[in-house]
């Protein structure tokens, strides 16, 4: 009897366990959509900063080594979701450490539900806000000239892989968040985030730098994230550029969703 009923418990627990985070990603999308002063920054600046590098460096298409393009917005159409996304991750670890300043966070550890679903539903509220952000950039941009060659199955893979650079990045800012329970600390280390994307190839391509920003982005994984991004909006659609945009990202999210459950079991052990 006792084992039947330990394949019935287990079942349920897990299903409870998914119910709990599924709640609590739904409360972490509508918290995030409810806040305009957070959502509006991060959906307004990159589109202005898209429009004024087109305007200011249209005449760089001409550069030796610089891919063919129709626009220079066109090329910058990958960087401008990659850039978003980041601008968009802080949010949702800025409001984790919120909860653990005023304390709901610990009304959620004392009630039953379980340690890992509390910090995966806030992660997939991020996520959710980070492929909402991807289509948002690519549906405004696209009609002034920011194509796509490889059409709606490559807008559909720079969706995906914007949900996954938003989770990845969200868990390493709810790493620090869960560290520091200062939202404050969260937002001052996301500048970092912001000194690797300007060291990477998201801006121009690595064929015409040279020196030690060439050497730095050449090691840089944003480099390979915003290239497959580029080679499907500029050549098309090809295994290797869905795997750079979805494989690079999805690696990056493992380790740091590690990082953040490690610094949940910590403050877990101190408490």
């Known amino acids: 009897m006792s084992t039947v009923l330990q394949p019935v418990a287990a079942s349920r627990s897990f299903g409870l366990s998914l119910r709990q985070t599924r709640a609590m990603a739904w409360r972490s999308t509508k918290e995030t959509f409810r806040q305009p002063a957070l959502v509006g920054p991060s959906m307004i600046f990159p589109i202005f900063f898209a429009a004024l590098g087109a305007s200011s460096f249209s005449r760089a298409t001409s550069l030796p080594g610089f891919p063919k393009v129709e626009s220079f917005l066109q090329f910058s159409l990958a960087a401008t979701v990659v850039q978003g996304v980041l601008f968009g991750s802080v949010t949702g670890a800025a409001a984790?450490?919120?909860?653990?300043?005023?304390?709901?966070?610990?009304?959620?550890l004392l009630a039953p539900t379980s340690r890992t679903g509390i910090l995966i539903g806030r992660l997939a509220g991020s996520?959710?806000?980070?492929?909402?952000?991807a289509a948002?950039?690519?549906?405004?941009?696209?009609p002034f000239g920011?194509?796509?060659k490889s059409s709606f199955g490559g807008?559909?893979?720079m969706v995906l892989s914007g949900g996954i650079v938003a989770l990845a990045i969200g868990s390493l800012m709810s790493a620090v968040a869960i560290k520091t329970a200062s939202a404050e600390a969260v937002q001052g280390t996301f500048p970092l985030l912001f000194i690797l994307l300007f060291f990477s190839s998201a801006f121009f391509p690595r064929e015409t730098m040279s020196g030690l920003y060439r050497n730095i982005a050449d090691v840089n994984p944003i480099s390979y994230l915003v290239e497959g991004m580029r080679e499907l909006v500029l050549v098309g659609f090809s295994t290797s550029a869905m795997a750079k945009a979805i494989f690079i990202p999805t690696a990056i999210c493992v380790v740091a969703i590690l990082i953040a459950l490690r610094q949940l079991r910590v403050r877990l052990a101190s408490r």
Do not use: E, P
């Open 146 to 148: 920011a194509t796509i």
């Open 127 to 133: 996520a959710i806000f980070g492929a909402v952000q």
């Open 96 to 108: 984790l450490a919120t909860d653990i300043q005023n304390g709901f966070f610990d009304r959620l």
């Open 136 to 142: 948002a950039f690519i549906a405004v941009l696209w």
């Open 155 to 157: 807008a559909l893979v």
